[in-house]
């Protein structure tokens, strides 16, 4: 059977042609994804970068950690502590001392992500100049880079500067350099501090009640920016390809045992003419596991070679979009290699072991069969199989809805769960394919002429070939509704959530992070005909079951502020017994009630027992805790919600939006009204998620393209003796092909209906979790993108149906009913 095998694959390459494409591509997506995986398992050690030249950096406590019978737990403080006065004090004493400041800086025509420091810090990292010379008056600074130059003034957040001199940029910042006592007003808080002298005398002075940590060498590196940066950037990296990797090997099974399965189909008058030569069922199987096993081992070596050429420029690419650090590069890994090799020769006889046991089935008298309506389309085991994945689909929602619904909101189960109600919908497929083409051509098959009622028959009678162009569809029309169906949902759910939580008319914010001081705030509240209610941003952590250190987003605001500017969804208890001893909590703190203490940690590490005034619903995540300013140590102001008065001491809006620009001019604050503050800080996906949604949508749209070819160009090759029946009947050239698209627009339509059929089913879920949480949110049906997908797989069955067609057509019509198939 192996040599059959052999001789069948020459005779047959168009057959095999698109099964070898569809795995090679898969195995090269497999490998681009392992390489990339083991390339991002482990960063590289990082140097420090702003102090690289600097002797000893003395760093303010900025972790929180809490021992448990587990071992000790550490968090990250939103409010990090400064260096205890008493301990600078110390400091000075054995050398030369300079505070380090760094603050956001916005500036016309400058980068997105410039910082400010203090001038005296260059020369820690070292910045050199280029041009110009050193600030010294408050209006004047330094910057990296070459987007402005010295002489050039620039208007900032703070006010208008000028450009006195230009220092080389490093690559891990976008620098703004002002004097040291600019800096101090700009940001008046230091949390670590730069000290000349030698490293164990500076340990010696710092007590260990102090909280604060001397870092020295390659340690100096955890007083830059974000030191964890590469270790987070990786992690989501992992995330987004492995998604990738788990879509590509789902999809690729898919198309391999789908074009498997109509090839199979397609050649059972061929299995009949063996059978009757003598050849067992056991034989014939083996024949078509030999194929594949051959179809395999050449997809799977081709698609290694592939992938390792093209995993370089997915790693540029992630690298040009920051998604992964400017280091990353693709290593010499191996083990990726095996893993794609092996999983496609697996896939490949995964996907051919259902047709190859089809195959054992035919008998001798299919040989003799001309007829071309499909039979035994479902199997009794594939009709199981489905049913069991489809009650598998809706059991595990409504447990997921009753226990947690919680989860059906993150990524991980919005991205998984809609896999498994995919295969239960394409195993029901030729059962539903039927039905649906009947109604989808109901009203084609109405109108004058004979053409609406032949492509009605024809896609209803060849139900494989219609379920086998239908699947692909179905899979990237389903993938593209329910991922993005769900993240626009939940962006706009989250939007809703904030829009409700404010009572305010217009929400004014600073224009750095330094915040409002109290002179602003004070012109602020004098605003006439508007209540002004001012808040902070810090956290709160407990200890949940005694091991989990949990930390909530926290807002710190005065109670009767609070109460009038705010509405915030209380499930129990009242928003006006909060004060400087309780706290306001939601629903994931259920361990806890109203009235009762709890134990927290504050944003700047401070323990304190708080009692719960009241208690939020849960929502998407995002309620957090509030408190009052006390609870929320070192927090400036960040946000101003402002309310127009009622009744007849109620005020324009205009005269108070011009008002309050007026209050905040000369701090640089910006006013706007709630719906535009609302969009301006929009909660939207993660760019992260978003590119790894495309990529998995890119890989399944790919897929679709290859499998739609393949299948149309087989099934229109086996419909020549058809076309020339309708070409004996009358049917002219044109209006052969005119039926051949209509067709395959027909089959794309029920692949479409069939794949936004599942993606309602898990946006309904999806809805249903909002609802249980409390969320007022209406499904957000991405109709653009599958207007997009569906549009693609139409251009693309159409081509791969007609073109085909036009050429077998070139030959008269007895030639064509005298071609062998």
Same mark, same amino acid.
């Given at each position: 059977?192996?040599?059959?095998?052999?001789?069948?694959?020459?005779?047959?390459?168009?057959?095999?042609?698109?099964?070898?494409?569809?795995?090679?591509?898969?195995?090269?997506?497999?490998?681009?994804?392992?390489?990339?995986?083991?390339?991002?398992?482990?960063?590289?050690?990082?140097?420090?970068?702003?102090?690289?030249?600097?002797?000893?950096?003395?760093?303010?406590?900025?972790?929180?950690?809490?021992?448990?019978?587990?071992?000790?737990?550490?968090?990250?403080?939103?409010?990090?502590?400064?260096?205890?006065?008493?301990?600078?004090?110390?400091?000075?004493?054995?050398?030369?001392?300079?505070?380090?400041?760094?603050?956001?800086?916005?500036?016309?025509?400058?980068?997105?992500?410039?910082?400010?420091?203090?001038?005296?810090?260059?020369?820690?990292?070292?910045?050199?100049?280029?041009?110009?010379?050193?600030?010294?008056?408050?209006?004047?600074?330094?910057?990296?880079?070459?987007?402005?130059?010295?002489?050039?003034?620039?208007?900032?957040?703070?006010?208008?500067?000028?450009?006195?001199?230009?220092?080389?940029?490093?690559?891990?910042?976008?620098?703004?350099?002002?004097?040291?006592?600019?800096?101090?007003?700009?940001?008046?808080?230091?949390?670590?501090?730069?000290?000349?002298?030698?490293?164990?005398?500076?340990?010696?002075?710092?007590?260990?009640?102090?909280?604060?940590?001397?870092?020295?060498?390659?340690?100096?590196?955890?007083?830059?920016?974000?030191?964890?940066?590469?270790?987070?950037?990786?992690?989501?990296?992992?995330?987004?390809?492995?998604?990738?990797?788990?879509?590509?090997?789902?999809?690729?099974?898919?198309?391999?045992?789908?074009?498997?399965?109509?090839?199979?189909?397609?050649?059972?008058?061929?299995?009949?003419?063996?059978?009757?030569?003598?050849?067992?069922?056991?034989?014939?199987?083996?024949?078509?596991?030999?194929?594949?096993?051959?179809?395999?081992?050449?997809?799977?070596?081709?698609?290694?070679?592939?992938?390792?050429?093209?995993?370089? =420029?997915?790693?540029?690419?992630?690298?040009?979009?920051?998604?992964?650090?400017?280091?990353?590069?693709?290593?010499?890994?191996?083990?990726?290699?095996?893993?794609?090799?092996?999983?496609?020769?697996?896939?490949?006889?995964?996907?051919?072991?259902?047709?190859?046991?089809?195959?054992?089935?035919?008998?001798?008298?299919?040989?003799?069969?001309?007829?071309?309506?499909?039979?035994?389309?479902?199997?009794? /085991?594939?009709?199981?199989? /489905?049913?069991?994945?489809?009650?598998?689909?809706?059991?595990?929602?409504?447990?997921?809805?009753?226990?947690?619904?919680?989860?059906?909101?993150?990524?991980?189960?919005?991205?998984?769960?809609?896999?498994?109600?995919?295969?239960?919908?394409?195993?029901?497929?030729?059962?539903?394919?039927?039905?649906?083409?009947?109604?989808?051509?109901?009203?084609?098959?109405?109108?004058?002429?004979?053409?609406?009622?032949?492509?009605?028959?024809?896609?209803?009678?060849?139900?494989?070939?219609?379920?086998?162009?239908?699947?692909?569809?179905?899979?990237?029309?389903?993938?593209?509704?329910?991922?993005? =169906?769900?993240?626009?949902?939940?962006?706009?759910?989250?939007?809703?959530?904030?829009?409700?939580?404010?009572?305010?008319?217009?929400?004014?914010?600073?224009?750095?992070?330094?915040?409002?001081?109290?002179?602003?705030?004070?012109?602020?509240?004098?605003?006439?005909?508007?209540?002004?209610?001012?808040?902070?941003?810090?956290?709160?952590? %407990?200890?949940?079951?005694?091991?989990?250190?949990?930390?909530?987003?926290?807002?710190?605001?005065?109670?009767?502020?609070?109460?009038?500017?705010?509405?915030?969804?209380?499930?129990?208890?009242?928003?006006?017994?909060?004060?400087?001893?309780?706290?306001?909590?939601?629903?994931?703190?259920?361990?806890?009630?109203?009235?009762?203490?709890?134990?927290?940690?504050?944003?700047?590490?401070?323990?304190?027992?708080?009692?719960?005034?009241?208690?939020?619903?849960?929502?998407?995540?995002?309620?957090?805790?509030?408190?009052?300013?006390?609870?929320?140590?070192?927090?400036?102001?960040?946000?101003?919600?402002?309310?127009?008065?009622?009744?007849?001491?109620?005020?324009?809006?205009?005269?108070?939006?011009?008002?309050?620009?007026?209050?905040?001019?000369?701090?640089?604050?910006?006013?706007?009204?709630?719906?535009?503050?609302?969009?301006?800080?929009?909660?939207?996906?993660?760019?992260?998620?978003?590119?790894?949604?495309?990529?998995?949508?890119?890989?399944?749209?790919?897929?679709?393209?290859?499998?739609?070819?393949?299948?149309?160009?087989?099934?229109?090759?086996?419909?020549?003796?058809?076309?020339?029946?309708?070409?004996?009947?009358?049917?002219?050239?044109?209006?052969?092909?005119?039926?051949?698209?209509?067709?395959?627009?027909?089959?794309?339509?029920?692949?479409? %209906?069939? =794949?936004?059929?599942?993606?309602?089913?898990?946006?309904?879920?999806?809805?249903?979790?909002?609802?249980?949480?409390?969320?007022?949110?209406?499904?957000?049906?991405?109709?653009?993108?599958?207007?997009?997908?569906?549009?693609?797989?139409?251009?693309?069955?159409?081509?791969?149906?007609?073109?085909?067609?036009?050429?077998?057509?070139?030959?008269?019509?007895?030639?064509?009913?005298?071609?062998?198939?």
């Amino acid at each position: 059977m192996l040599s059959i095998a052999l001789r069948t694959l020459r005779t047959r390459r168009a057959t095999f042609a698109g099964s070898f494409v569809a795995l090679c591509l898969g195995v090269a997506l497999i490998t681009v994804m392992g390489l990339t995986l083991a390339s991002s398992l482990d960063a590289p050690d990082r140097g420090p970068e702003r102090f690289a030249a600097a002797p000893v950096v003395v760093k303010g406590r900025d972790t929180l950690t809490v021992s448990t019978p587990v071992g000790d737990r550490t968090r990250k403080l939103a409010r990090p502590r400064a260096v205890p006065g008493a301990t600078v004090a110390r400091l000075r004493a054995l050398g030369d001392v300079v505070e380090d400041r760094a603050f956001a800086v916005r500036a016309d025509g400058g980068p997105a992500d410039l910082v400010g420091h203090p001038w005296s810090t260059a020369r820690f990292a070292p910045y050199e100049l280029e041009a110009g010379r050193a600030p010294e008056a408050p209006d004047e600074v330094v910057v990296s880079g070459d987007w402005a130059r010295p002489g050039a003034r620039v208007r900032t957040g703070g006010g208008t500067v000028r450009v006195v001199g230009t220092v080389a940029g490093l690559g891990f910042e976008n620098a703004v350099f002002y004097t040291d006592t600019r800096a101090a007003g700009l940001s008046p808080r230091s949390l670590q501090l730069v000290v000349d002298a030698d490293a164990a005398a500076v340990r010696a002075a710092v007590r260990d009640g102090d909280g604060v940590r001397v870092l020295t060498g390659d340690a100096r590196r955890y007083a830059d920016a974000d030191p964890d940066r590469d270790s987070e950037a990786l992690a989501a990296l992992n995330a987004m390809f492995g998604t990738a990797g788990g879509v590509t090997g789902f999809v690729s099974v898919f198309v391999v045992a789908s074009t498997f399965a109509f090839s199979v189909a397609q050649r059972r008058r061929e299995f009949g003419l063996l059978r009757t030569a003598g050849a067992t069922p056991g034989q014939i199987r083996r024949m078509v596991v030999h194929e594949a096993l051959v179809v395999g081992a050449l997809a799977s070596a081709s698609g290694c070679l592939l992938g390792a050429r093209a995993a370089p =420029g997915l790693a540029g690419w992630a690298v040009g979009e920051g998604l992964a650090p400017r280091w990353f590069t693709i290593g010499n890994h191996v083990w990726p290699y095996h893993v794609a090799f092996w999983t496609g020769l697996a896939v490949a006889l995964c996907g051919v072991a259902a047709a190859s046991w089809r195959a054992g089935t035919t008998g001798p008298a299919e040989a003799l069969r001309e007829a071309s309506v499909d039979t035994r389309t479902m199997t009794r /085991g594939r009709l199981l199989f /489905g049913a069991v994945l489809l009650a598998t689909a809706v059991v595990t929602l409504v447990l997921a809805l009753t226990a947690d619904p919680g989860d059906l909101l993150h990524r991980k189960s919005y991205v998984s769960r809609p896999m498994l109600l995919i295969t239960a919908a394409a195993l029901a497929a030729p059962v539903a394919v039927r039905p649906l083409t009947r109604l989808i051509a109901w009203l084609p098959a109405r109108l004058p002429g004979a053409g609406g009622m032949l492509v009605r028959e024809n896609a209803a009678a060849g139900v494989r070939r219609t379920a086998a162009v239908a699947a692909p569809v179905l899979v990237t029309v389903a993938l593209a509704g329910s991922l993005l =169906g769900a993240t626009a949902t939940l962006d706009a759910a989250k939007a809703a959530e904030v829009r409700g939580r404010t009572a305010a008319d217009f929400v004014v914010t600073p224009a750095d992070d330094a915040g409002f001081d109290d002179a602003t705030l004070r012109r602020i509240r004098a605003v006439t005909g508007a209540r002004a209610g001012a808040s902070s941003a810090s956290a709160v952590y %407990v200890l949940e079951e005694g091991v989990a250190l949990v930390g909530s987003g926290a807002r710190a605001a005065e109670p009767e502020e609070l109460a009038a500017t705010a509405r915030l969804p209380l499930a129990a208890g009242r928003l006006s017994d909060l004060d400087d001893d309780s706290i306001v909590v939601n629903e994931e703190w259920e361990e806890h009630r109203v009235g009762e203490r709890v134990d927290v940690w504050l944003g700047d590490g401070g323990r304190k027992s708080l009692r719960i005034a009241a208690v939020m619903t849960t929502g998407t995540g995002d309620n957090g805790v509030y408190v009052t300013p006390r609870n929320a140590p070192g927090a400036p102001v960040d946000r101003v919600d402002v309310r127009l008065a009622d009744g007849a001491d109620g005020a324009d809006p205009g005269t108070v939006a011009a008002a309050l620009r007026q209050a905040v001019r000369a701090s640089g604050g910006v006013v706007r009204t709630k719906d535009a503050w609302v969009r301006a800080t929009y909660p939207e996906t993660g760019r992260t998620t978003r590119a790894g949604l495309f990529l998995v949508l890119g890989i399944a749209l790919l897929y679709t393209g290859v499998s739609l070819v393949n299948t149309m160009v087989m099934a229109t090759s086996d419909r020549i003796r058809e076309f020339a029946a309708l070409r004996l009947a009358g049917a002219t050239r044109g209006q052969v092909l005119r039926l051949t698209g209509a067709e395959a627009l027909t089959v794309v339509a029920v692949g479409g %209906v069939l =794949g936004a059929l599942v993606a309602a089913f898990n946006l309904a879920g999806l809805w249903g979790a909002l609802s249980l949480l409390s969320v007022r949110a209406s499904v957000e049906v991405p109709w653009t993108a599958l207007a997009a997908v569906t549009g693609t797989c139409a251009v693309l069955a159409v081509l791969s149906a007609v073109v085909p067609a036009g050429l077998a057509l070139r030959r008269g019509a007895v030639e064509l009913a005298g071609a062998r198939e």
